[in-house]
């Protein structure tokens, strides 16, 4: 009589464990979905051009109506260039746990951060858009300062 509880246990389990992935999938299908929608950047380094997307979220909106800009970037860690924005943009802050080359990201409020390097992290950053391919990233950015354009594509 007390057997069959235990039986349906593990069943349940594996119920409960196979619902849960399918919903995981789901929400990264909206995640690609999003990203198909969001706009394209041009991002000009000499006479280089990146393709990027920027994402769907208010920070990267808040960033396109900037657009376009022409900055002056500096070198931070020999794997980051920065600039610091005239405006605050909105923030959703999180921990990526690790930093992509090629993604464009928010530092605070205002600092607009190009990474052209892959490393681990443990700062918080509010996701502005990634670059589709980074080859050739930290060779267009050199050493120093770096005049970067941002445009609408």
């Known amino acids: 009589m007390f057997m069959r509880p235990i039986y349906l246990l593990p069943l349940m389990l594996v119920s409960f464990s196979l619902f849960a992935r399918s919903g995981c999938k789901e929400e990264n ?61 909105p923030t959703n802050a999180s921990n990526p746990g690790t930093i992509q080359a ?27 858009g990634k670059i589709a391919n980074p080859s050739g990233l930290a060779a267009a950015l050199g050493s120093g300062g770096v005049t970067v354009t941002f445009e609408i594509d």
């Open 102 to 128: 090629g993604d464009i990201m928010l530092y605070g409020n205002s600092t607009l951060v190009l990474f052209y390097k892959s490393f681990p992290t443990s700062y918080n950053y509010t996701r502005l």
């Open 29 to 89: 299908n909206k995640s690609a979905k999003l990203m198909e929608e969001s706009t394209k950047l041009k991002i000009t380094v000499g006479s280089s051009i990146f393709a990027a997307t920027l994402y769907n979220n208010a920070s990267a909106t808040a960033f396109k109506a900037q657009l376009p800009m022409t900055i002056e970037m500096s070198e931070l860690n020999d794997n980051e260039k920065f600039f610091a924005l005239p405006e605050n943009l």
